[in-house]
């Protein structure tokens, strides 16, 4: 099973100038991108997520603020991880559970493997743990 891991995504660019992130299938995005979205003024006491995807993988970037994430497979392994930095990616596996909070004024932007499909979400965590 593949596990979560983060992508450093080359930063492009200079102090005095500002940078530039990139993000390509295939290059240092591995899978083909079908669909991107964006996820902002979620507030601090919020907490996203709560489902799985059977077969999408993703890959979030917090472009401004921070981002915690918990991420959970059906073998109950846990990972932990923080965005705080445009220049990193965090590769999420299907079949992953995630939990999400977001300080003030976070903006991140997912790039996802597939086509918004509502039969793609697993939305119960105990179907999660134990559907084949
Ligand atoms: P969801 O993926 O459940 O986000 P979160 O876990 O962060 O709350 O999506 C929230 C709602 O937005 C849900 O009703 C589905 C809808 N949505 C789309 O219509 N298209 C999309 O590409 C995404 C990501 C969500």
């Given at each position: ?23 390509q299938s295939f290059s240092n ?15 601090e006491t919020v907490e996203r ?84």
């Amino acid at each position: 099973m593949q596990e979560p891991f983060l992508i450093e995504l080359q930063k492009i660019g200079e102090k005095e100038i500002g940078y530039i992130s990139v993000a390509q299938s295939f290059s240092n995005i591995p899978f083909e991108i079908k669909r991107i979205y964006w996820i902002y003024k979620t507030p601090e006491t919020v907490e996203r997520g709560n489902h799985a995807h059977k077969n999408t993988v993703q890959v979030l970037v917090c472009l401004s603020g921070k981002i915690s994430i918990t991420l959970e497979n059906r073998q109950r392994k846990v990972f932990d991880f923080i965005l705080d930095n445009p220049n990193q990616g965090l590769f999420i596996p299907n079949y992953y559970w995630r939990k999400l909070t977001f300080e003030k004024d976070t903006i991140s932007i997912c790039l996802a493997s597939s086509d918004f499909d509502e039969e793609d979400y697993m939305r119960n965590y105990n179907d999660f743990l134990t559907i084949k």
